[in-house]
């Protein structure tokens, strides 16, 4: 088990700290500059993250969903179909990003919720579940998000509690010094 905190602002930075083993595993995006600090791989001092690691963190960082202003994002939508997840009919749309990074995303036909989110690369397919949602200031939110590997389960997250519109300084999202 692992607690974790993450913070997002528009419009495109983000700060996850995840506390392990008495330890915080920190990572962040500044709107430039994707970073982890990580003392459960080395010495604990901030790295610059390069590379297929660099473009998911900053594809991760957009503060809205794939939906949101998908054109001016220069995202591709398409439509696949159908499917069905459990007693649930799901639309199933094909997102590709500028990188080329295809996502496939899963939406309750009745409530038009996110459902899953499936994304491959390099032989290895990611799904992340989304359900309990629960409504925030007006905002249907997901308190459980599963995440599982190739099919094997890898984390489970309950959401505690969500707040929207808290002021954050920029300084939050940069790499710490000392980098």
Known sequence: QASMTIYSKRPNLVRQETKVAGQFVINGFDGVTPWIVNPLAGPPRPIVVSGPQADMIREQSEFDGPLVGYKGRGLVISAEGIETF??????????????????????????????????????????????????????????????????????????????????????????????
Do not use: C
């Open 86 to 179: 459990g007693d649930v009919a799901l639309i199933h749309l094909r997102v590709t990003s500028l990188t080329k990074q295809v996502r496939h995303l899963f939406l309750d036909s009745t409530t038009y919720l996110e459902v899953r989110l499936t994304t491959e690369q390099d032989k290895v397919k990611l799904d992340q579940e989304f359900s309990d949602y629960r409504d925030v200031d007006g905002i249907q939110v997901p308190f459980l998000i599963r995440t599982s590997t190739n099919g094997v389960m890898q984390s489970e997250l309950k959401v505690q509690t969500v707040e929207f519109n808290v002021k954050m300084d920029d300084e939050l999202f940069r790499i710490p010094k000392g980098s």
